[in-house]
Nanobody, 132 residues
Framework: VQLQASGGGLVQAGDSLRLSCAASGRTFSRYVIAWFRQAPGKEREFVAAITWSGGSTYYSDFVKGRFAISRDNTKNTYLQMNSLKPEDTAVYYC???????????????????????????WGQGTLVTVSS
């Protein structure tokens, strides 16, 4: 699968932004689409994930209540970001890979973690800059 991320930009603290991730090519029902971000000088970190069916989502603690991940009936995935903070400034990447349903249950139970190495397909990244 090929992924194309878009929607980044420069906003002020407290503003909202919606990122999009368009998938093309062959997809599978066990796919999970995830958003990661990487700030300058920091490691890439997990933000949010959603199953291909859209029926299950999972968020990192630092975005719970502010960000929402969703999918539509096509191959698009969205990350709605509200109440943005300067510390949300980063390049945001969408990623996809097949995840075993049992592993997904461990993830949403916080028994297992989502890591960048778990995903084989990546979009090119979109820059989000939040000014104070």
């Amino acid at each position: 699968v090929q992924l194309q991320a878009s929607g980044g930009g420069l906003v002020q603290a407290g503003d909202s932004l919606r990122l999009s991730c368009a998938a093309s090519g062959r997809t599978f029902s066990r796919y999970v689409i995830a958003w990661f971000r990487q700030a300058p000088g920091k490691e890439r970190e997990f933000v949010a994930a959603i199953t291909w069916s859209g029926g299950s989502t999972y968020y990192s603690d630092f975005v719970k209540g502010r960000f929402a991940i969703s999918r539509d009936n096509t191959k698009n995935t969205y990350l709605q970001m509200n109440s943005l903070k300067p510390e949300d400034t980063a390049v945001y990447y969408c990623a996809a890979d097949q995840v075993d349903p049992l592993m997904w249950e461990l993830i949403i139970e916080a028994i297992a973690t989502i890591k960048p190495a778990d995903f084989g397909s990546w979009g090119q990244g979109t820059l989000v800059t939040v000014s104070s």
